[in-house]
């Protein structure tokens, strides 16, 4: 968020962030500053989810603004299709969108084959038992493969083409 936003800065253009989960969480409206990306930063840094919910992606978009923008979607993206879906319908025309899927290899890639594992949500810090076969680790694992198939499926759609930041940030990744 602090590169976007000096990035932003050193071209002239205004800089902001909508933050929602179960619902609105700030809205910082955009402005040139210097610094301004880096209070955001800072802000994001401190905060503790306590949902894990994206109930508040409604009110969230009521902020977006009216002319056209370059929107970096910055999301783990585990919600349900439709809103997604809808949103895009309504907004992908008007404005250019970079989704940045962020996930953790460890929720599909280090789990044991065998075993009584607690999972955790992320966000909330739930945790829940759960007992691993070898079978139920390949589903876990191809779910993470095919939900990432669906979400660049949905995306192209709209002439969108998601970033997977898997476990830390390349920024050749971005620049390539």
Same mark, same amino acid.
């Given at each position: ?17 909508? @933050? ?5 969480? @700030? ?42 923008? $370059? ?21 992908? @025309? ?36 759960? $007992? ?7 589903? $876990? ?36």
């Amino acid at each position: 968020v602090a590169a976007l936003g000096f990035s932003a800065y050193k071209i002239g253009d205004r800089f902001g962030l909508i @933050a929602y989960g179960d619902e609105l969480l @700030a809205y910082f409206e955009p402005q040139i500053s210097r610094s301004y990306s880096l209070e955001i930063a800072e802000w994001l840094w401190d905060l503790n989810p306590t949902a894990s919910l994206s109930d508040g992606f409604p009110a969230a978009m009521d902020y977006l603004p009216r002319k056209p923008h $370059l929107i970096f979607w910055l999301s783990d993206f585990n919600v349900e299709y439709p809103p997604l879906e809808k949103f895009l319908t309504e907004h992908a @025309a008007n404005h250019d969108f970079v989704p940045v899927v962020f996930w953790d290899s460890a929720e599909f890639e280090k789990v044991p084959d065998w075993g009584m594992v607690w999972l955790s949500d992320p966000e909330t810090k739930e945790r829940r038992p759960e $007992l691993l076969t070898p079978g139920r680790r390949k589903q $876990l694992q191809s779910a993470f493969l095919d939900r990432r198939q669906s979400l660049k499926s949905l995306f192209k759609k709209f002439d969108v083409e998601p970033i997977f930041i898997v476990n830390e940030l390349n920024p050749l990744q971005i620049s390539d």
